[in-house]
T-cell receptor, first 109, second 110 residues
Framework: SQQGEEDPQALSIQEGENATMNCSYK?????LQWYRQNSGRGLVHLILIRSNEREKHSGRLRVTLDTSKKSSSLLITASRAADTASYFCATGSASKIIFGSGTRLSIRP | DAGVIQSPRHEVTEMGQEVTLRCKPI?????LFWYRQTMMRGLELLIYFNNNVPIDDSGMPEDRFSAKMPNASFSTLKIQPSEPRDSAVYFC????????FGPGTRLTVL
C-alpha cells in the first residue's frame, strides 16, 4: 500500500507561476524525499528533508515538512516549461522507502 | 560512476515465455529496489534488498515473479511464465540514503 499520497493528482499552471504540491503520509518517518519523473524516464532525486528539519531549499525548490501533521509540500518557484513532469514524494523509515502516486505538473507556455 | 544500469532497455516477448531483467546498482550502495510502473497502478515497489538480502517481497505480485541478488553488484528479476498483464516499465534503484533510479526496462508481453 502507498505510504505517501500527493495532492493534487494533476496541476496545470502558466509558465512563471509558482507550483505547490502536497504530500501526506501515515506512519513515522526518518526522512522524506521528492522525485521528478519526465515522461518515459526514470525518477530523478530532487531533495531530501530529514524528520528533524522543517524547511529546505535547493535552487527554485522549497520543501517543508510538518511531522505533527504528517505532511510535506514542494514549492517550485518561477516555473519553466522544463518543469513539466510527474512529482513523487517518498517517505523513508529504517526499513524502506515508499513512493506516493504522484502529481502530474503541466506548465503552459 | 555510470549510475544504475539496467538491461535490456526494451523487451518484447510472448505470453508464457520467461523474462529476466537485470540490474547493476551503483557501487557502494547497500540497498537495491525493484519497482514496476503502469498507468493504472502507478509506481509499485516489488521487492528490496539490503546488503544482498531480500528484506521485503510483499509487493511481488505472485509466484511467477522472483528476484535474486547473488552479490552486491548484480540483481535479477525473473518472470516465469510471463503474461500480458505483466507489461510495464520495471525500474531498479539503489541507495544508501536517496534512491538513484536506472533508466528502466520496458516490457511488453504479447
Amino acid at each position: 500500500s502507498q505510504q505517501g499520497e500527493e495532492d493534487p493528482q494533476a496541476l496545470s499552471i502558466q509558465e512563471g507561476e509558482n507550483a505547490t504540491m502536497n504530500c501526506s503520509y501515515k506512519t513515522s518517518i526518518n526522512n522524506l524525499q521528492w522525485y521528478r519523473q519526465n515522461s518515459g524516464r526514470g525518477l530523478v532525486h530532487l531533495i531530501l528533508i530529514r524528520s528533524n528539519e522543517r524547511e529546505k531549499h535547493s535552487g527554485r525548490l522549497r520543501v517543508t515538512l510538518d511531522t505533527s501533521k504528517k505532511s510535506s509540500s514542494l514549492l517550485i518557484t518561477a516555473s519553466r516549461a522544463a518543469d513539466t513532469a510527474s512529482y513523487f514524494c517518498a517517505t523513508g523509515s529504517a526499513s524502506k522507502i515508499i513512493f506516493g502516486s504522484g502529481t502530474r505538473l503541466s506548465i503552459r507556455p | 560512476d555510470a549510475g544504475v544500469i539496467q538491461s535490456p532497455r526494451h523487451e518484447v516477448t510472448e505470453m508464457g515465455q520467461e523474462v529476466t531483467l537485470r540490474c547493476k546498482p551503483i557501487s557502494g550502495h547497500n540497498s537495491l529496489f525493484w519497482y514496476r510502473q503502469t498507468m493504472m497502478r502507478g509506481l509499485e515497489l516489488l521487492i528490496y534488498f539490503n546488503n544482498n538480502v531480500p528484506i521485503d517481497d510483499s509487493g511481488m505480485p505472485e509466484d511467477r515473479f522472483s528476484a535474486k541478488m547473488p552479490n552486491a553488484s548484480f540483481s535479477t528479476l525473473k518472470i516465469q511464465p510471463s503474461e500480458p498483464r505483466d507489461s510495464a516499465v520495471y525500474f531498479c534503484a539503489s541507495s544508501n540514503d536517496e534512491q538513484f533510479f536506472g533508466p528502466g526496462t520496458r516490457l511488453t508481453v504479447l
